[in-house]
């Protein structure tokens, strides 16, 4: 007997390049590569807070599936909406997927942080069980009365790739940086680390969609430019695959001062390549790079990112040392094909379980 078919419910298009899209568009992609039936259902309207159109066009999708279809909602798609899932948890076997909570989200009031845990909550009660992308993050569902049995992890996978070579001849080291412009990345941060460490030789490329906070994008512009940086700091916005796959390459040190990450996607492909990564200790980055392949520093303290970043500029032997640790993590690494193996295996056991707020749900 054939497994059922999946419906995986996103908001907006399946095809950004942002962490969390990617790693649902490749969980698609893996999928039906093995032969599993993958339905995509993209909303339209304005996520995760959750709009009129948002609202209909949620309760239009789930409403024209078959009674206990398996259906996987992003956490952007449903965290704001649990009334909707509620009202399709007695028909439905809907799973979860959490790539970090939305109360989490940089930059939010304490009244919208509040909003959105309790509708996070809410929504997640609804679901028969949820799927994680790191450890970190099954741990801080306990915060969402999620009880650990019905908490499955799939970390996202990771393309094999060269190792990097750094930059050119005659060039200075390259810093990269992979992130979506918006607050919770740290960029204003990583500006006054860049700014504390000018007396060195350096050149930063910013790759990453502007696009998503616009006034954030400007801010950051005008930092830049305040900090005297244009020469050396490069927005490169949105690449394509080979064009990241060719600043990762000509790249001699990874560095990302995000605020939280529920895995962060982009320092394995660093690791992938054997670049030492700079970092913070926000939400999963520990979980993600060990101490072998980078140094961590708190969210929001340019003083000691920019420590962190003299010392592998100005230590050869420590950043060869962190060059071969992430060599060696990225031998562990898990790629897509195993990934998803474990996606698909939480899907299956999870949907299988009995909603907890859906009394009679049958299993």
Known sequence: MSAPTVHLVVPGSLYQRTGGYLYDARMVSEMRASSREVV????????PEGDDTARSSLERTLAALEH??????????????PNVLREEAHRLRIVGLVHHPLADETGLDPDAVARFHASERAALAACRGV????????????AFDVRPERVRVAVPGTEPAERATGP????????????????????????DALAAVSDLPWSCVLAGSGAYDPA????????????????????????DKERLDAEYGRSTIFVLASHYEGYGMALTEAMARGIPVVSTTGGAIPYTVPAEAGVLV?????????????????????LASLRAGAGRVARDLPDWSRASRAFEAGIDTLSGMRAPDAAGLAS
């Open 68 to 81: 206990g279809a398996t259906v996987v909602v992003d956490g952007l798609a449903g965290g704001g909406l």
């Open 131 to 142: 799927l994680v992308t790191s450890p970190f993050t099954a741990q801080r569902l306990s």
């Open 216 to 239: 954030h994008t400007a801010s950051i512009r005008a930092h830049v430019r305040l900090r005297n940086l244009e020469q050396r700091v490069r927005f490169m916005g949105e690449l």
């Open 298 to 318: 708190p969210p929001g303290d340019a003083v000691r990112l920019a420590g962190a970043l003299r010392s592998l500029l100005t230590d050869s032997d420590l």
């Open 168 to 191: 050119g001849a005659g060039e200075p080291p390259q810093l990269l940086c992979v992130a979506s412009l918006t607050p919770r990345k740290g960029h204003d941060v990583l500006v």
């Open 40 to 47: 995509v259902h993209e909303l339209d309207g304005a996520f």
